[in-house]
């Protein structure tokens, strides 16, 4: 493009187009030329001119239905257009075409100076106009970006305002301004519904943790007539699957089985093997074995291997902050296993060493819900069917141990114990499924710290354990740990698109109109 | 001696100065003049009474800008008696056919480097 400017020239004659196009090259302009309305039209369509020398007298489309067109269009409503005439007995026409909206006309027999005025005039008309409205749009963002700040939900990086606030005059100190305010309130209110994020977590992960530190006491009790884990956990999961299954019924959440498809299928499966074959028969078969207190602190393990798994995959951010915390807990874990023990544990190292693998299996629990749940179906419809497949695994194994639970046991305190974890296991699970799905795995796994403290309190309440002073010295170490991990950053939403897009209207339909 | 030489000196001057793009121009109403008499005889013939206006039209303000002042004429009395609803007849076309050739034969001779 010309520094001139760029000018387009619309006439049927051959010769008139060399004409005006070297007339006007001659003055410094670049020129295009084309022989038709429709032509102009389309090449209006495509491309930015600063003015159009349009005749009037064409075949087909004449300049009259040209510019009617363009004013008609948002797009070249404002681009100057001069008509061609013979001034002696064409005026009635160059009247229509100035009502019309034609900037200016130029007689046919025109004197350089003449040309070159006219086409000064326009391209500077023009400038100003797209300055102007350029002013305008920048106006209108900045306006926009106000409303949506009042709306509160934006992103102050996503504004649309960077444009205006690059300007040097006072619209650029206005946008500069505004911008640094959105920002400083974009970071209080991100910190505000952080803090509200923290503590509702919190709220669910002590109530997760209470739920699920009832298990093992309770598992305990259970086993103290004869243990058997795995019946055990058939007998629970069953419970779990025709309540989970009954309520998504109930609100029509269970999705149909042709619609699952393979991801939803494999993480079901594995899952339930993880959670029904690896997990619960383990805590269970562990309860049975040694002090309900010293399963529920060993669990607590689970926190610091989802981080450092989580941090090694860089699903979740790894501050110092988030390790400092999760090492402060696992100091805490170190000392009780260390001096917390009562005396005669010392034979039991060995069941200590196999208790060890429960907080693996949490933890790739609680990284295998982050990473893969399948996120349309409902929470409850998923455990359920998990369940449904772990009562299905189980069974098989039951038989070949034959470990069912003796349905004599069942009658009385056993009976009792057995329904109370169904009701706390399947509640917990449930809790742990939201909590990672709104706070992410790391802090879902602090539910093991929750699960622990619960699981002492109860395995002295219940079972009438005795904790030593200094375990509970090292304990608090590990909420201490709880308190440096956060949940993890939320993704804001993406904030409306603030640019309008271009009105393309009755340049395209005059052009798919000629086409044809 | 019928064209216009400062109608010429204009154009050249109006379009840079250089006498090649003069030659360019006068090649390009030559080549194109006759087509518009053709159409211009179509439009009669077949009773076109806008396209006949439109042919002269387009005539008039090509054989203005080459100084083919009587072609001009004849040009502008057609399209103005066209404008008035009445279609030129035969004899007219011929006129306006014998002042292209006519202007185009002086053009050819007073230009050497147009195309023979």
């Known amino acids: 493009m010309s520094g001139a400017g760029t000018v387009l020239i619309v006439d049927d004659s051959a010769m008139v187009r060399t004409k005006l196009s070297k007339a006007v090259e001659a003055l410094g302009y670049a020129a295009e030329a084309v022989g038709s309305g429709a032509e102009a039209l389309k090449r209006l369509g495509g491309a930015a001119f600063d003015v159009v020398l349009l005749d009037i007298v064409m075949p087909e489309m004449d300049g009259f239905e040209v510019l009617k067109a363009l004013k008609a269009s948002t797009r070249t409503r404002d681009l100057p257009v001069i008509v061609i005439s013979a001034l002696d007995e064409e005026m009635s026409s160059v009247v229509k075409a100035i009502e019309l909206g034609a900037e200016d006309f130029l007689p046919k027999d025109f004197e350089v100076a003449l040309l070159r005025a006219r086409l000064s005039t326009s391209v500077e008309k023009k400038r100003l106009r797209d300055n102007e409205k350029e002013y305008l749009r920048e106006v209108t963002k900045l306006t926009r970006a106000a409303s949506t700040l009042e709306l509160g939900k934006f992103n102050p990086e996503k504004l649309g305002i960077n444009e205006v606030a690059a300007r040097g005059d006072g619209l650029g100190t206005l946008a500069k301004v505004f911008s640094t305010m959105a920002q400083s309130v974009y970071e209080r209110e991100r910190k505000l519904r952080q803090s509200i994020r923290t503590f509702r977590g919190a709220l669910i992960l002590i109530a997760c943790g209470v739920l699920w530190g009832l298990v093992v006491p309770l598992a305990k009790l259970a086993s103290e007539v004869e243990a058997h884990p795995v019946g055990l956990a058939i007998l629970i999961d069953t419970l779990g699957a025709v309540l989970c299954i009954g309520i998504s019924l109930k609100r029509g959440t269970l999705p149909k089985l042709s619609s699952l498809g393979r991801g939803d299928i494999s993480f079901i499966v594995l899952f339930a093997l993880l959670s029904a074959v690896l997990n619960q028969v383990l805590v269970y078969w562990m309860a049975s074995q040694l002090p309900a207190f010293i399963v529920s602190i060993v669990i607590v393990l689970e926190g610091f291997i989802v981080f450092l798994f989580a941090a090694l995959m860089r699903t979740e951010v790894a501050s110092l902050k988030r390790f400092a915390g999760l090492g402060l807990g696992l100091v805490g874990i170190i000392v009780i296993l260390l001096f917390g023990m009562p005396v005669n544990i010392a034979a039991n190292w060995l069941w200590v060493g196999l208790a060890l693998l429960i907080p693996v299996t949490y933890a790739a629990e609680d990284l295998f819900i982050a990473e893969r749940r399948p996120a349309r179906i409902d929470t409850i419809a998923l455990f359920g069917l998990v369940q449904v497949v772990s009562v299905a695994t189980l069974i098989p194994i039951a038989f070949v141990t034959n470990d069912f639970v003796p349905f004599e046991q069942l009658s009385g305190q056993t009976g009792i114990i057995v329904l109370l974890m169904a009701v706390a296991s399947n509640a917990a699970m449930l809790l742990f499924m939201w909590l990672i799905k709104t706070t992410g795995a790391v802090f879902g796994s602090q539910t093991a710290y929750a699960g622990t403290a619960a699981g002492i309190g109860w395995s002295m309440l219940l079972l009438g354990e005795a904790v030593p002073l200094l375990t509970w010295g090292a304990l608090a170490l590990v909420f201490l740990g709880l308190l440096l991990v956060e949940p993890k950053q939320e993704a804001e939403a993406e904030p409306p698109v603030l640019d309008e897009p271009e009105d393309e209207g009755p340049v395209a339909v005059a052009v798919q109109s000629a086409a044809e | ?116």
């Open chain 2, 1 to 116: 001696m019928t064209i216009d030489r400062q109608a010429l000196d204009k154009l050249q001057e109006i379009v840079g100065g250089d006498p090649a793009d003069l030659v360019e121009l006068i090649d390009s109403f030559l080549e194109e003049a006759p087509q518009l008499v053709e159409a211009l005889a179509a439009a009669q013939g077949s009773g076109d009474l806008q396209g006949a206006r439109r042919a002269a039209h387009s005539l008039k303000s090509n054989a203005r800008d080459m100084g083919a002042g009587e072609l001009a004429q004849l040009s502008a009395e057609l399209e103005a008696q066209c404008a008035a609803g009445v279609l030129p007849g035969a004899a007219d076309v011929e006129a306006v056919r014998r002042a292209l050739a006519e202007a185009a034969s002086e053009l050819r001779a007073a230009f050497p480097a147009v195309a023979q």
